[in-house]
C-alpha cells in the first residue's frame, strides 16, 4: 500500500483535495455515517459520529428483542453473552485473541479492576513493590481512579513526565499505567518498547486505549502486554457514553483462575455460574470475571453497530489502511496551518513526526477556548482542552505543557476528508486572522467543553 | 380509595376479572406499554415491558441529538444533566428530594459505592464497628459486593436469616445492607422499623430498593434512612440492563463534603470539576460525587421513558393506587391458586398477608423449572429461581426455604390486567394437572433462566 502520508505535499489546492477525496478507496466508508451538512467534524476522538445503522439497529432491539421477546431474549436473542461477542469484535483491532476481551461498564471502572488485579498479582510475586507510576499528563480519570486503587491497596500512585517513564520504573515500583496516546498532545507512547522495558524492571503494565482504539492497528498480544481498557464512544463510535472493553493477557486471567484472584468489582455477572444464585463468589474464569453488573443491551447493540463499521473497513485495507489516511490527513492539516496561521499565536502541541502523533494534532493557543468557540460557530468543530496553569511538569515532548489551552482536532478516517482537514485549516486561519474569535460571545464556558 | 385488596372475593369468575379490569382507573396506563399478543407477562419484576414511546426517543437521542448535535450535545441536549434529571424522577417514587439520587452504573457498583461510604463514614465515629450484616437469602449481586467490600476495608461479612436481623445488630456492626423486599419470597422488610432499630443500634443501614421502587410506596428521607440504591430495568422499565440509581440521605452527603470523604470509584465525572481536567480527584458535592464515568446516554434516555409512564400514572393515584392494584392481584392470584391447585405440589413461599408481600407471588415446587417452561410455553411468562440445596438456612418467614426452587409471578400494576391474573392460575392448574411439564422438552435448562 502506498504511504498516503508520503504523498501529501500534492495537496497544493483544495481541488487537489477533492481529487484525492474521489481516488480515495476508504471513502465509501463515510457514506456509514450520517454527518449533518455543513459540518466538518473533527472531535471523533471526543464522540465518534453515528453509524446510520444504528437508529434501525436501536429499534429492532428494543421493539423486537425487549418489547416482543422480553426476558426470553437474554437467551434467544443472545443479550447474555453480548460482553464476549461484541469484545471479540474489539480483539481484531487491538491484536487480542478472541475470548480474551470483555465489554463492560465504563473506562473508569475497568481500569479500577485491572489496576487491582495487577497489583494483588504483583502483591503476591514482590510485595515490596508498592507504587502505581503515571504520567503527570494523563487523562485525569486515569489519574482519579489509581488514587482511589493506591488508597485502597496501600500502595502510592507517582507520576512522571511523558519522556521520564522508562526512568521512574525503579524497584518499588509494582505497576505502570498509562494512556497509548495522549489525549492532549496525541502523543505516541511506543507500547512494546515500554512494556519490555517495564516486564525488565518487574513492572506489570496497564494500558488505556482510549485514544487508540480504532485509531492505530494495535498488537497487544505480540507486544506480550499485561492488562489494557479503552472506550466504546471516541473512535468506535458506539455513541455518547458507549461501555468501555478490557483486555487481560491470557497469563494473567489463567493465573487468578489457578489462585482464585478476584478483581473488587465482583457483581453477579462475572460469577462462574451466576444462575445459581450461590450466596458467596465465585470469579468465572478468563476475562469473564471483569463482567460485573447486568449488561446495557441497548448501549451494547449501538457500540456494535460502530463496530460493523469496522467489518467492513477490513476488505479496503483495515486499521492499516485508516493508519495510513489518518497520518496523510494529519500531515495536510499542520502543513497548511503552518504555511497559513505563522505569527497568528499558534504552537503545535502534537509531534511533528506522524509515526509519533495518534489520529489528532493540538495546537496551544492563549486563547483558545474563544478560538475554538468562534470555529465551531463556523461549523469546524474540534475540541478545547484547558490547561493545568498550576501544574509545573511539562506534557511528553513536542512543547506541550500541562499549562497551555489547547485547540484539539482529531481525524477519524472512516469519515473525514482531506477537504475536511483544507476546511478547518482555512477556517481557523480566517478565525486567527480577522480576530473574530475576540466577539464578546464567546467568552462563556458551557458545562462541558 | 376504596381498598381494592378487600373486594377481591368478588372476583369469581374470568367475567368479573374482565368487569373488573374494565372499572379499573389505571387501565390506561397499559396502552403506554408495547406487549406482545397473546401473553401474560409475570416478569416485570425481572425484565420490566417496553414503553411504547422508548422507540421513538431512542431514535431522536441518535438521529438528531447525536447524529446532528454530535459532541454538542453534551450541553445543548442536556446530556450532562442526565444522572441529575432522571434522578429527580426517580426521587418522586421513593420519598428522596430532588437533587439527592443520580443515575448511574449497576445496581452492584452503586452499592460498592454506598457501602464503602458507609463504612468510612463509622469508621471515623465508631472504628471498632467492623461488620457488615446481611440476610442470607439477599440477591447473591449484593452478597458478593459486600463480600468485596468487606474484603478491602478490613471489615466482616455475616450474614442473617431474614427474621432475625433485628437480633443481629451488635455492637461491632458498622453497616447493615438489605433488599428492601426479598427477590424470592417478595417479603417485605418494614423500612422505617429496621431503619429506626439500627439507628438506635449505632448502625447505618444500605437499602436495595431493586424490588420495591416502582413498586411500592416509599418515604426514605421521611424514614431517615441513610443510603439507597435500586435498579433500572425492573418496575422502572428503563430496558435490559439499564443504568441504575443512588441516594445519600443528604445528612450524609453533607458530611463527605465537609470531611472531603470520597467513594472509591471516583471517576472523573464525580469531580467537583471535571472539565478543569485537574491532576487530583475532589469529590463533587452531594449526590453527584457519586457519579463515576460518561453517562450512557441512550440508556438512560430508555429509562427516562419509563419514568414518564409513572408521571402519568400520577394524576390516576401514582403509587399508592399502582401498590392497592397490586395487592388486588396478588391475592386474586394466591387466592386462585389456593382455590385449583391443593395437592399439585404447590407451596406457597410469599407471606399470605398483602401488606407483607412485595407485587410478586412465589410458589415453591419440586419440578419448578419444567413446570416454568410448561407455563412459558403457554405464554404466561414468569420466572424460577433455583435454591440452594447446600444452605442451611431458611428465608424470610412463609416456610420459603432458600432450598427451594421456585415458581415467582411477578405483577405489574402498570400494565398486569385481572384477566391476566385469572389466565396464569387457571394455565398453572393446567400445567400442574396435566401432567404437561413432565415432557421432555422442558428438562433442559437454558444459559439465563
Redesign the interface.
Known amino acids: 500500500m502506498p504511504d498516503l502520508a508520503k504523498t501529501s505535499p500534492a495537496l497544493a489546492t483544495r481541488d487537489d483535495c477533492a481529487a484525492r477525496d474521489r481516488a480515495d478507496p476508504l471513502a465509501p466508508l463515510r457514506e456509514e455515517f ?3 451538512d455543513g ?1 466538518v ?1 473533527l ?1 471523533g476522538n ?2 465518534g ?2 453509524p446510520r445503522r ?2 434501525a439497529r ?2 429492532d432491539v ?2 423486537r428483542e ?3 421477546g ?6 434467544s436473542a443472545g ?2 453473552d453480548l460482553p464476549r461477542r461484541i469484545g471479540d469484535r474489539i480483539a481484531t483491532l487491538i491484536g487480542a485473541r478472541a475470548g480474551d476481551v470483555i465489554v463492560a ?5 475497568n481500569l ?1 479492576k485491572v489496576l487491582s488485579a495487577a497489583l494483588a498479582l504483583q502483591r503476591r510475586d514482590a510485595p515490596r513493590r508498592s507504587a502505581i507510576v503515571s504520567e ?1 499528563g494523563n ?3 486515569d ?3 489509581a ?2 486503587v493506591a ?2 491497596s496501600g500502595a502510592t500512585l507517582r ?1 512522571a513526565d511523558g519522556e521520564r517513564i522508562a526512568a521512574a520504573l525503579a524497584d518499588d515500583v509494582a505497576v505502570l499505567l498509562l494512556t497509548h496516546v495522549n489525549y492532549r498532545s496525541g502523543r505516541i507512547h511506543p507500547l512494546a518498547e515500554i512494556t519490555r522495558a517495564a516486564h525488565a524492571a518487574g513492572v506489570l503494565v496497564v494500558w488505556d486505549l482510549a485514544h487508540s482504539a480504532g485509531a492505530l492497528p494495535l498488537d497487544l498480544h505480540g507486544a506480550d502486554a499485561d492488562f489494557a481498557v479503552g472506550c466504546g ?1 471516541k473512535y468506535l463510535n458506539g ?6 472493553f478490557v483486555w487481560a493477557h491470557p497469563r494473567h486471567s489463567e493465573r487468578m483462575d489457578r489462585e482464585q484472584l ?1 478483581q ?5 455477572l462475572g ?1 462462574a455460574a ?8 465465585r470469579p468465572a474464569s478468563g476475562i469473564a470475571r471483569f463482567v ?9 447493540a ?1 457500540l456494535e453497530c460502530g463496530l460493523e463499521v469496522f467489518a467492513a473497513a477490513e476488505p479496503l485495507g483495515g486499521m492499516a489502511a485508516l493508519r495510513a489516511k489518518s497520518k496523510a490527513l494529519g500531515e495536510l492539516f499542520i502543513g497548511q496551518v503552518e504555511a497559513r496561521c505563522a505569527g497568528l499565536g499558534l504552537t503545535l502541541a502534537s509531534p511533528r513526526n506522524a509515526d509519533e502523533r495518534g489520529s489528532q494534532a493540538s495546537f496551544a493557543h492563549a486563547d483558545g477556548y474563544r478560538v475554538m468557540q468562534a470555529l ?1 460557530e463556523r461549523g469546524v ?1 474540534g ?1 478545547f ?2 490547561g ?1 496553569p498550576d ?1 509545573a511538569g511539562g506534557d511528553a515532548g513536542a512543547g506541550a505543557a500541562l499549562a497551555l489551552d489547547l485547540l484539539r482536532f482529531g481525524f477519524t478516517p472512516l469519515y473525514t476528508r482531506f477537504v475536511d482537514a483544507w476546511d478547518a485549516a482555512e477556517q481557523l486561519h480566517d478565525v486567527l486572522a480577522s480576530g473574530a474569535y475576540r466577539q464578546e460571545r464567546f467568552g462563556r464556558r ?4
Chains 1, 2 share one sequence.
Not at 422480553?70 to 437467551?75: K, T
Not at 455513541?239 to 468501555?244: D, F, I, K, Q, S
Not at 473488587?264 to 453477579?268: I, R
Request: charged share 15%; hydrophobic share 45%.
Open positions: 450520517a454527518l449533518p459540518i467534524y472531535d471526543s464522540l459520529a453515528l444504528t437508529a436501536l429499534v428494543a421493539a425487549w418489547g416482543e422480553l426476558i426470553r431474549s437474554w437467551n443479550w447474555i461498564d465504563s473506562t473508569s471502572l479500577y503527570r487523562f485525569p480519570t489519574l482519579y481512579i488514587e482511589s488508597a485502597a507520576l464512544y455513541g455518547p457514553g458507549a461501555p468501555a478476584r473488587p468489582l465482583s457483581g453477579w460469577h451466576p444462575f445459581d444464585f450461590a450466596p458467596t463468589y460485573c453488573g447486568t449488561p446495557p443491551v441497548l448501549a451494547m449501538a465551531i468543530i475540541d482542552r484547558a493545568q501544574e458551557a458545562k462541558v467543553t
